[in-house]
């Protein structure tokens, strides 16, 4: 199964520097753009997306229907809770600059072996679900991180940056997730 990431546009939370995690905000007229440009970027690098699913949040099912739109076809979007972001708990809604890194998992927190786990039970669903299809998942950074920590653990950690409407590119196996491309992100490790 080929599966495409895609990280949501911006909102005004993030626009601020905050922490979203489960809180659920709309794109802002930024996060409609890059909403756009990831369409765009994807409609140069994918011909054909067959499966359209989405995190339940505003953010990342807005950012998928314009991806569909843009497409120009006429499926329907699946909401899928295991690509929620993080729980963050008690830091959402706190400054990212004033939080990171993370030091102490308070009640509330989802910690890394968690979404790791939440988020892989998802990306191995839809694989025996729609193998040997093209598969788009509108989602968050830490959902994403949560793949690319276990299989390019090489390269990506938490801290890594992801950018809004950023497409990762994956081969999804039955044994093994593999990184394929990166569309539309500088995405540097930061260690």
Known sequence: MKLIMVRHGQ???????RIQGRSDYP????????????????????????????????????????????????????????????????????????T?????????????????????????NLYNKYKGNTVLVGCHSHTIKAILTVFAADKYNYNSILLNGAILILDVQEDNIKLIQVLNNTIEPQY
């Open 11 to 17: 909102t005004e939370i993030n626009k601020e520097g």
């Open 100 to 124: 990171f890194p993370i030091t102490k998992n308070l009640p509330g927190y989802e910690i890394n072996q968690e979404i790791q786990k939440r988020v892989y039970d998802g990306v191995m």
């Open 27 to 98: 794109l802002n007229h930024r996060g409609i753009k890059d909403a756009q440009k990831a369409a765009e970027v994807l409609i140069k690098n994918v011909k054909n997306i067959d499966i359209f699913i989405s995190s339940p949040s505003k953010r990342a099912y807005e950012t998928t229907q314009i991806i569909l739109d843009k497409y120009g076809y006429n499926k329907t979007i699946t909401k899928d809770p295991n690509f929620y972001e993080r729980h963050f708990g008690p830091y959402e809604g706190k400054l990212v600059a004033d």
